[in-house]
């Protein structure tokens, strides 16, 4: 293989690294590294085993689900774990903001309707009528988006046309900016209804506006999901519509058609799209990902020969999708196979492949395994990603190895400076929802005194657990810390 080992130490312990002795400029084997660590062949299977054996261990306590909350562009390159998506990976699509955001509702400062004059509103919708747009003139309500968005999803739950409404409240209510959310709310009643001429002028305009789809604008075809012939006719008309619709909804319409279509198992449908439509790799990926979540390996497999056919060659993203699934799914064997094709096939592992390995290894308890990665990984000049770190300090913390949590913050502070304050802050979390709030001030203060700012939240969290228990001295002191990131200035 052309590969020689050298050994580097960290935290006194001895990693040893593969080295390619013949092509220095190319990254090593990961399938090697595999097979030359012992726990991944035969330690992984003895781990699995005895924690089924031994459902009570110190580590089969540890919740999974405490590893990295993964921010939506990992989620997406990693489906296996179950994380959920997002339309923000969506390449087409501009990244959404949740409802909870208060960046995202601009009318913040108009006053709430009263539930009294809510239900007014649906029932004055819902009845229709020729007056109906003098009544609403009449109550005159200040509509913000938060409130036209809830009453969008009430007209959509009954099945009411919401279109007139829609006009009246961009007509009336000068103060309304509709987001991206409240248009794909808009465009969804109009499925909901069959209405796709109106859903075609929709999607015009939103295009001119330069508004991105997303599967909310294609709920209402889970309505029709249990009629394979309606769900058909209707993926029919609206591939016809995005066809005639340029711009910006043209491309995400089509992305998020596809993947509302694979959440709902219609592959066939799905790949009806891609053949009226365009075949992208980033559309394959969608499959990839929907038949690797329902354990469907073989076919996932199958779909890279077909993008080979169709001029969509695989990509080192592609393979990742899979080789997680199959960590996941611990199928060891079949993931060393993959990874000797991907070698075999000139692709190279990115830090994604690496974060794959090390994550699988860290949700098994295996430390020492993944932290032997980790530092192949940045051998090979790969950066590691905040997800990365993330699982290894919520794998130390979560495994009992707190000391080890906080030695891998300490360490890489000085090896990868980007990540060392959300890597303190994250530690301080921890510590302060496991409530050991006094550690999580320290774990503060020493960030501090590197000039690293702690996100204010996590910060605040510790700071009123602190007033709880009655420790005034030490929140004096963090605050004193802590005002030198917002020095006070006189303005005299």
Known sequence: MGLKSQTIFSNGKPISLLINNRNPFRPFSVRSALLSSSWFLESLSSVISSRKRNPNSHFASWNPRNMPNLPHSLRFHYPSFSFSYSSSTNPNASSRISRSNPRQNHNSHLPKVNSDEFMEIIALVERGGDDMELKLNQMNPRLSVTSVSKILNLLNDRGVSALCFFNWVQKNCSDFNPNSEIYNQVINNTGLLEDYESMLVLLTELSLKRHCLTEKAFGFLKVFSYDQVRIGNSVERIVEILNRVKGSCHNSGIYALIKTLCALNSFNLAIFVMEETARKRS?????????????????????????????????????????????????????????????????????????????????????????????????????????????????????????????????MCGKDKHSSNMNYTLLASLFQKSGRVVEAREILVEMIEKGLKPNFPVYMRVVKDLYKMGKGGLIADLKCRYLKFHPITDNR
């Open 283 to 411: 559309y394959y990926h969608v499959l990839i990902a929907a038949k690797c979540r329902s354990g469907d390996f073989q076919e996932a497999r199958d779909l890279f020969d077909e993008m080979k056919r169709f001029g969509c060659d695989p990509n080192t993203k592609s393979y990742n999708y899979l080789l997680g699934s199959l960590c996941k799914k611990e199928k060891i064997a079949e993931a060393c196979e993959l990874l000797e094709i991907m070698e075999n096939l000139g692709y190279l592992p990115d830090s994604v492949t690496f974060e794959v390995i090390a994550f699988h290894a860290c949700r098994l308890g295996r430390m020492d395994a993944a932290i032997e990665f980790l530092y192949q990984m940045m051998s090979e000049g790969l950066e590691p990603r905040i997800t990365t770190h993330s699982a290894f300090i919520k794998g130390y913390f979560w495994s009992g190895q707190i000391q080890d949590a906080h030695k891998y913050v300490v360490e």
